[in-house]
């Protein structure tokens, strides 16, 4: 039996047609695909069905919103079909694509995001490309967790990140390996990819109003500016710290400032600015000393990970002592076990 595959498209350049102001989302997706894509059954091809979105967006506007909208678009089909693929723009995808792999956690079908850097009503393109790779490998391979394809690559969704604003390769997944690569052959690394779970166990549950908030350390920041960041209501920061974990703990309110807000119940994770690695705060006194603000240590989670989970386990309920054990723990292969 041919396999059938649901896409989603969100919107982003993949659909894209140009404007006066630019390239701008468009729908009709569904006739330019039955005249691009091969046929089904053949090569291999599954046979697909084109959920598209009301609101197509840039993927700049995405919102929390938008990531449960998604997930609960494929739990709500997710017996229906053999796998997704979702075409969603590239400026948020790993976002997406990390939201996504917390929200159906479990999977036993693979989920696949995907997009392109040039639009499918161009000449010259790289969506055409993209999409079919992704096509066949939802319908043909035993991926079970949501991956990011791009130029010849399927990435751990919740393990990518964006990495060039002008190349075909957009995305790289710095601290784990590659789920697939597209040549002549399509080469899965089973070693790589999460190993099938018996059960699904979803959690597709309605975004809070929480606020989570990045902060990249520089040398000049002030505690004032750090206090005034960590003001309430904020539920969640992101800290961007040198190194392994470092900070400028001997700032005079610096320590306070962080110290204060954890006792308020905001969860502040401690991520590298290191595209490779991760934080071990135990490594130097200074990271020793943000612990002891009750500062958790991130692994190598990526800052799109951290935000996600930070969401996601925000609007599970969670207090806040629970979110800090959860956050350096892998729920879902987005960061290696704790030493």
């Known amino acids: 039996m041919t396999p059938r595959i649901c896409i989603l498209y969100t919107g982003g350049t993949f659909g894209m047609k140009p404007s006066a102001a630019g390239y701008a989302p468009d729908g009709g997706l569904e006739a330019a695909l039955a005249t691009t894509l091969p046929a089904a059954g053949k090569d291999g091809m599954p046979a697909w069905d084109l959920v598209e979105y009301d609101r197509l967006i840039d993927s700049a506007e995405a919102q929390p919103a938008d990531w449960h909208t998604i997930a609960a678009d494929i739990a709500a089909r997710y017996a229906d079909y ?8 590239t400026d948020t995808m790993a976002y997406t694509a990390s939201a996504l792999s917390f929200a159906l956690q479990g999977l036993r079908k693979p989920v696949i995001v995907t997009g392109s850097q040039i639009p499918l009503c161009e000449p010259r393109n790289d969506a055409r490309n ?7 490998i939802a319908a043909r391979y035993p991926v079970p967790e949501v991956g990011l394809f791009f130029h010849d690559r399927l990435l751990r969704g919740n393990r990518a990140t964006k990495v060039a604003s002008a190349d075909f390769a957009a995305f790289d997944s710095p601290n784990h390996a590659a789920l697939a690569r597209v040549g002549i052959n399509i080469d899965i690394n ?16 309605e975004p809070g109003t929480q606020e989570v908030a990045v902060l990249r350390l520089y040398p000049g920041l002030s505690s004032a500016r750090l206090q005034h960041l960590l003001a309430p209501p904020l539920a969640g920061l992101v800290l961007q710290t040198y190194g392994a974990g470092n900070g400028p703990v001997a700032m005079p309110g610096f320590l306070d400032a962080l110290a204060a807000a954890s006792a308020r119940g ?23 000393a943000l612990a002891g603000a ?14 996600t989970k930070l969401h996601h386990l ?18 879902c292969g987005e960061c290696s076990e704790p030493a």
Do not use: W
């Open 294 to 307: 009750g500062v958790v240590g991130g692994g190598d989670l990526t800052v799109e990970a951290a935000v």
């Open 266 to 288: 905001t969860v502040i994770v401690n991520l590298t600015q290191c595209q490779r690695g991760g934080v071990d705060q135990a490594k130097y006194a200074t990271g020793s």
């Open 190 to 205: 089973a070693a790589a990819v999460l190993p099938m779970p018996r059960a699904e166990h979803f959690q597709v549950v």
């Open 82 to 89: 053999d796998g997704f693929v979702v075409i969603h723009g």
């Open 314 to 331: 925000i609007s599970c309920g969670l207090e806040p002592d629970a979110v800090r054990r959860q956050m350096p723990l892998p729920l």
């Open 130 to 136: 993209n999409l079919t790779s992704a096509l066949l």
